[in-house]
């Protein structure tokens, strides 16, 4: 059973919006009380914390599917509707969200950092809200919008000043052990250590840790062994230390060959490790072959610019110094560092021009509108409700639809698709005056309406004077032509 995760897939899902409330105030002796519907609750975001006693992401493992709680609809009497309760989801420090796509959205370091991942719904408005003047008691109100759904990736990059890389069984666990209180699993074969160990060491006055890193075979950059799962442990780290096995007993094997091996996997991994300050750990020369070995490679490492220390992580050989060379490396490095990044989160605003919707033209001749804004219009509209849809279509008006249709070449009649897949809403469009109904009623620059024999006549007008028929004539037109304040009367 795996006890250490560090990379997993999260599908979280917000939770939805209380709808709004229709309600009429009554009360003995107050006429026309007026609506009084409440609004319906916010849903409850899912919210990542960074926790220091949290170390893995095994819980996300086995429950990968999230959902927080949903709002409560509105009531009368002015009364809201309740919120949902937001998830709050404790993760390692140094935990990296991507997207589906593999987008970078935030790179979580320092205890009680947060991140939204997933949005919850607005509660949609009370009948209460919606009244204006034009619309005094209004006999609908606002579904609750639907809370944020996301398929995240999350990556655990632990947070260490110094890194331990090599070989397996190079003794990075050992030496690990010896310069600091974490007690990783010790063996001599191959992949003894599985999940990332963390220490802490103390060397004068300066206090640093060291992650010690799965063992790196040739190919570990290209997802050979365990070096791809691992290597994402060694980005943070301010400097690395090759431990060089000078006691192995494979004849294939020298530690030169064992650097410029794992050297070229960590160029080819990429994300600036090649660029990291360097100290060589030349390990076990406890053993009489190992001693031997080192005083040999020594010299030949150092001639490529390198500080080389020899060491015995089982005898604790040489660990002071080896400790000292990292803590001046640390010390400089937090020199260096002119402000500590904390927490990384990437904002991607909104363009400048954009009117928040889409109008597309398709090949059948139909349109399509996509876009947060109308697509959420229409989400909160219930379409059983007559005087909604009129508000549905007084909302796209306003932000520009009609205009846009008009633009795109749409005609009377034309089908109108507004959002994608099963949740869309298809409809027939009616253009309305502002969006240029007299311009497709007839020829550029003409009105058919103003051809009519009962342009500008309505049913007030002279009326004694008109047939039955005429009057039956007259209202239909009107009914179909409303009252224009550019035709005369």
Not at 269 to 277: A, D, M, T, V, W
Request: aromatic share 6%; charged share 25%.
């Amino acid at each position: 059973m795996a006890t250490f995760v560090d990379r997993v897939t999260l599908h979280a899902s917000a939770g939805n919006g209380g709808d709004g409330c229709v309600s009429i105030h009554r009360e003995k002796f107050v006429p026309l009380g007026g609506p009084d519907g409440g609004n319906g609750g916010r849903g409850g975001d899912i919210v990542l914390v960074v926790d220091d006693n949290v170390t893995t992401l095994l819980d996300f493992h086995h429950s990968p599917h999230r959902k927080a709680g949903n709002g409560r609809m509105g009531y009368g009497d002015y009364c809201n509707g309740g919120e949902g309760g937001d998830l709050i989801m404790m993760v390692p420090n140094g935990t990296v969200v991507k997207d589906s796509a593999g987008n970078l959205l935030a790179d979580l370091v320092g205890a009680g950092t947060r991140f939204v991942a997933a949005q919850g719904g607005k509660g949609g408005l009370g009948n209460a809200a919606l009244a204006s003047r034009k619309r005094r008691a209004p006999g609908f109100a606002l579904k609750g919008e639907g809370g944020e759904e996301r398929t995240l990736i999350l990556e655990l990059k632990s947070v260490a000043d110094i890194g331990l890389i090599g070989f397996p069984s190079a003794g990075k666990s050992s030496l690990i052990a010896a310069i600091s209180a974490a007690r990783p699993k010790i063996a001599d074969y191959p992949f003894t250590t599985l999940v990332p160990n963390l220490g802490v060491v103390q060397a004068g006055e300066t206090r640093f840790t060291v992650a010690d890193v799965p063992g790196l075979i040739p190919g570990a950059s290209q997802g050979k062994g365990l070096g791809l799962e691992f290597l994402r442990h060694v980005e943070r780290c301010a400097a690395i230390v090759h431990v060089l096995d000078c006691g192995t007993l494979e004849t294939d094997r020298d530690p030169v060959k064992d650097f410029d091996i794992i050297e070229a996997e960590l160029a080819e991994y990429g994300e600036g490790l090649s660029e990291r300050p360097r100290i060589i750990a030349l390990n076990k020369i406890d053993l009489p072959d190992g001693q031997a070995m080192a005083d040999m490679v020594q010299p030949l490492l150092q001639e490529r610019g390198y500080e080389v220390y020899q060491v015995s992580a089982a005898a604790r050989i040489g660990l002071n110094e080896l400790n000292y060379a990292m803590a001046r490396i640390i010390q400089e490095e937090r020199k260096n560092r002119a402000v500590e990044v904390r927490t990384r989160i990437v904002l991607r605003p909104i363009a400048v021009n954009d009117n928040g919707f889409k109008v597309v033209a398709n090949a059948d001749r139909s349109f399509t509108v996509t876009g947060d804004k109308p697509e959420r219009f229409v989400r909160q509209t219930d379409f059983s409700n007559a005087e909604a849809v009129g508000y549905l279509a007084d909302r796209l008006a306003a932000l520009g639809v009609e205009k846009e249709l008009f633009k795109q070449g749409a005609r009377p009649k034309s089908e109108v698709r507004i959002g994608t897949g099963d949740s869309a809403v298809i409809f027939d469009w009616e253009p309305s005056i502002e969006a240029g109904a007299e311009l497709l009623a007839g020829p550029r620059g003409s009105d058919l309406r103003l051809e009519s024999p009962w342009a500008g006549r309505y049913l007030e007008d002279d009326v004694d004077e008109l047939s039955e028929d005429e009057i039956a004539m007259q209202w239909e037109y009107n009914v179909e032509n409303p009252r224009d304040p550019r035709v005369g009367t």
